[in-house]
């Protein structure tokens, strides 16, 4: 009997080697004791650092995780409890956080959130709104895998990379949004919004002021929308400070209402807090339509309810939530330059980074030919032989071969220790006559174009 087209066609992603790494990993994971020689699992994006700050608060508050409330359960209360707006304890908390989170630079009104079972549901309900199968969205290129899955595998909508370029260390400029624009209209796709990470995944940089006055000009310009992904803004370690996107509409005094209608804002406490099993994520918007449609959406994927309370007692303790935000900054500071100076001292660089739990490392001095295949070639002898899974950027579609995005914050110190010994003695065996080339200009700026693979003339889902 034949399934559904949706469930047979393969523009899921899951075939990516960003995938790939994972079911390599989880074949032969490492292990101190049991599996040392095993795979090391250095492409996942996971905060595991901080996690002993929230062990401690919940030794200190048991009534929050016992359903009780001044000694007493209200369990019943919880286990019914069904309205798809939320709690509003939790919405204000949440609220809080995520003013919190950027430096309390903006206001932010639990009215315009929506919760969502993480920010994959935030991502997918978004585009549900603002989009019809067929439609196009330009992303900035590198950008998360997920994406593939998450924004264009239910929806039909389809991505249009912005390709940046190392020569200004990946930042977009309106030539790389005028190129993705045209690109799509070529192919007779109609755009209807930028998607953007910031903090990026995969790069762990923030975006400048410049760059984010450069999108609202353009969404202007197009009257198109804009969807900033800022799952990462409490992960920002070092300067230049984190602006979200809410901070620069706020200084430009949202002059025309029609454009702050048409940003929106995902956030989700996977990251900044290390809950992804939690599935805790939002959108912001101060589109009534949006709010409402989306509102309505988020029945397919909502918060439970004991989740939602036990956030909405530890989001409340400001102390607590003060000093995570500050203490896990620290830690992924210090977690990254461990990471940075050991490949350092393997020859190898990164792009200079100041968030996120990765870094986007240059290994083009180590590829055979400037080609994805020589990528490919690469990763399959760090993954097999050296026993590290990390992502190629082509898995991100970088449009230069050569770049890798490298997780520092899921494994702990000792084990990044013997991954960068395990990377010394693989290149010292293997490419000890290969120096670190200084790449010049010509270099970084000759890219190949990134064939747009476009999934619905393959599963022929629109005519
Ligand atoms: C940019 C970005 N958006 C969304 C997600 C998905 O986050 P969540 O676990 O909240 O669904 C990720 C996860 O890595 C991500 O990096």
Redesign the pocket.
Known sequence: MALSRKASCNSHGQDSSYFLGWQEYEKNPYDQIQNPTGIIQMGL??NQLSFDLLESWLAKNRDAASFKRNGTSFFKELALFQDYHGLPAFKKALADFMAETRRNKVSIDPNKIVLT???????ETLMFCLAEPGDAILVPAP??P??DR?LKWRTGVEIVPVQCSSCNGFKITTAALEEAYETARILNLEVKAIWI?NP???LGTTMTQGELNLLIRFITLKQIHLVS?E??SGTVFSSPEFVSILETLDERKCKNEKVCDRVQV?Q????DLGL?GF???AIYSSNETVISAATKMSSFGLISSQTQHLLASILSDKTFTRNYISENRKRLKKRHKMLVSGLHGCGISCLESNSGLFCWVDMRHLLHANTFQAEMDLWRRILYEVKLNISPGSSCHCAEPGWFRVCFANISEETLTISITRLKTFLSANYANVSKKTTNSKDCCSRKKWTLQLPFQERGLVE
């Open positions: 994006a996971e079972a993480g920010a994959t549901s935030a991502n950008y998360y997920g994406f998450d990470t990026s995944n995969p992904d799952i990462y995902v989700s406490l996977s990251k992804p599935r805790v994520g």
